[in-house]
């Protein structure tokens, strides 16, 4: 949504707000949601067929779509990309959730593939999704939990894109191959098509990169549906990449 001029500029910030609740309500509720749910809840300065409008723009510039069955939208694959590049606010994992995270390391973990068996399981654990850890000094191989949360965010019709999904997990070089692609910034988003994966092309993946003593790449991936809760993701992937960098180099 450019912003070319004053007036342009406060159409648009309007647009990211409403975009931005839609995205947020429906990451949080998978129900598509209605103007006049966002003039209730928000309390915005908008009328109920201002935001009606908006919706119908955003729609039309292809940031959300609206179900047939329903009166309200739901984001499409950019509108999410939009969110994740422009409106998503990092948000602060919990001083208990840091602890935890650290006492899941003072166990005695004592090899590499343990250390990374237990990043695995912890990413999961906190996002609910299916998390993947691999590293160069091990390859060909990747740590992987949380496959029984792919039930959980996959509507139950959707059985034969269940099984897509898990033959993708068994297949380790493909899912390397994703993983492993360069990334710009340490944490990067791939949303749907953007993963260039049949299989998965129906789910996002937040990926992030670390280093161990010996100067080599690791990877932390997580992956979700594309309504996956980005701030929550993005703030475990960046705290946990940073807590098992510390204790690879040190190991």
């Known amino acids: 949504m450019k912003k070319t001029g004053q007036g342009h500029l406060t159409d648009s910030r309007r647009k990211d707000a409403v975009l931005g609740i839609v995205v947020n309500e429906y990451i949080k509720s998978v129900t598509p949601v209605s103007s006049g749910y966002i003039v209730k809840e928000y309390l915005l300065d908008l009328s109920s067929a201002t935001v009606r409008n908006i919706l119908a723009e955003l729609e039309k510039e292809g940031y959300l779509m609206h179900p047939h069955t329903s009166a309200g939208r739901v984001p499409t694959e950019e509108g999410y990309r939009y969110y994740v590049d422009n409106l998503m606010h990092e948000i602060n994992l919990l001083e208990e959730e840091k602890r935890r995270i650290q006492e899941e390391y003072r166990q005695g973990l004592r090899d590499l593939e343990a250390i990374l068996e237990k990043t695995s399981e912890v990413a999961s654990n906190l996002t609910h999704y299916t998390s993947i850890v691999a590293v160069d000094d091990i390859p060909d191989k990747i740590f ?108």
């Open 144 to 251: 992987c939990r949380g496959r029984s949360y792919l039930v959980e965010y996959t509507e139950p019709q959707e059985i034969l894109k269940i099984r897509h999904i898990l033959e993708a997990l068994e297949r380790k070089e493909h899912i390397l191959e994703i993983i492993n692609r360069n990334l710009e910034r340490k944490i990067e988003i791939f949303i749907g098509h953007e993963l260039a994966a049949f299989s998965i092309e129906s789910c996002s993946m937040a990926i992030s990169r670390f280093a161990t003593k010996s100067g080599s790449r690791g990877r932390i991936a997580v992956l979700g549906p594309t309504r996956m809760d980005y701030q929550r993701v993005v703030s475990t992937l960046e705290y946990l990449s940073n807590v098992i960098e510390g204790i690879l180099i040190r190991h």
